[in-house]
């Protein structure tokens, strides 16, 4: 190795005595900032490629999680009277108004009651209240089955009847 600089260094004039023809730096430095620029854009174009596609997907990763979420909602969303029609929103709202005064009245008898009476008239009302939780979900497939409104309508009834017996034999044994 040391014989071959020492070979460059005796024989440098040699070396140098070929001239480059003109304009050749500036060529080669065109060429060099044309490869550049080529190379720039094609990553340049890649990039802005790959974030749309990051984009779609995310995209797509939120509207479906979002209509995941809505179905779920849609699944457990309990359909009462009220959402059929405004008439049975009217029907409805009579009723809740009527069952929540007798058991305003029940609960503010002076009469004294065991637990024990107090006890099955709670799960009476407790079955009556299953009943209409399924005919809620039945209502929810079938909105337009007068067969399930009228159950719906005669459960209201059914509560409010039991609660004007259950008041009344309190009251008479008073």
């Not at 009245?105 to 009476?117: A, G, N, R, V």
Request: net charge negative; glycine share 2%.
């Amino acid at each position: 190795m040391k014989d071959l600089e020492d070979f460059i260094k005796k024989n440098n004039d040699s070396f140098n005595s070929f001239e480059l023809p003109e304009g050749h730096f500036e060529r080669f430095q065109q060429k060099l900032s044309t490869q550049k620029r080529n190379t720039i854009s094609r990553t340049y174009w890649f990039s802005i490629a790959a974030g749309f596609v990051f984009l779609i997907m995310i995209s797509a990763l939120v509207r479906y999680q979002f209509m995941q979420t809505k179905m779920a909602i849609n699944e457990n969303k309990i359909i009462s009277l009220s959402d059929v029609s405004p008439k049975y929103k009217e029907v409805e709202n009579f009723y809740k108004a009527d069952l929540d005064q007798k058991i305003t009245e029940f609960q503010k008898l002076d009469c004294k009651i065991d637990l024990e009476q107090k006890k099955m008239v709670d799960q009476e009302l407790e079955q009556l209240d299953i009943v209409y939780v399924s005919l809620q979900k039945e209502l929810k497939i079938n909105q337009n089955d007068t067969r399930i409104i009228n159950a719906m309508i005669n459960n209201y009834q059914n509560k409010i009847q039991f609660l004007e017996l259950v008041i009344d034999q309190i009251k008479d044994n008073c």
